[in-house]
Nanobody, 115 residues
């Protein structure tokens, strides 16, 4: 069964940093665009960032300049470095890819930004 494993969430103060890590299956990592999404309590899930199979990144306006998505080839992971975190970044963060029209999701990792 295809699986995505996310890690790296936690509690951080405003202005702090966290690094999320997504480990997809190797064949998926090498061929597919990978995405990070998030869902805050009571809100719709929203797209955060995407990295194409050739490494080109794209960001939602709300995180541009603060978050960085990257492919870590040595580890076979897709990382999301989050800096200058704000309380409104609090959410469950999910890793995702699409394969033949079907979306696959990880279990999510909680990020809480609070003093």
């Amino acid at each position: 069964q295809v699986q995505l494993v996310e890690s790296g969430g936690g509690l951080v103060q405003p202005g702090g940093s966290l690094r999320l890590v997504c480990a997809p299956p190797r064949r998926i990592f090498s061929m597919n665009a990978m995405r990070w999404h998030r869902q805050a309590p009571g809100k719709e899930r929203e797209w955060v960032a995407l990295i194409s199979s050739d490494g080109t990144p794209y960001y939602a306006d709300s995180v541009k300049g603060r978050f960085t998505i990257s492919r870590e080839n040595a580890k076979n992971t897709v990382d999301l470095q989050m800096n200058s975190l704000r309380p409104e970044d609090t959410a469950v963060y999910y890793c995702n890819y699409n394969l033949n029209g079907e979306d696959f999701w990880g279990q999510g990792t909680q990020v809480t930004v609070s003093s």
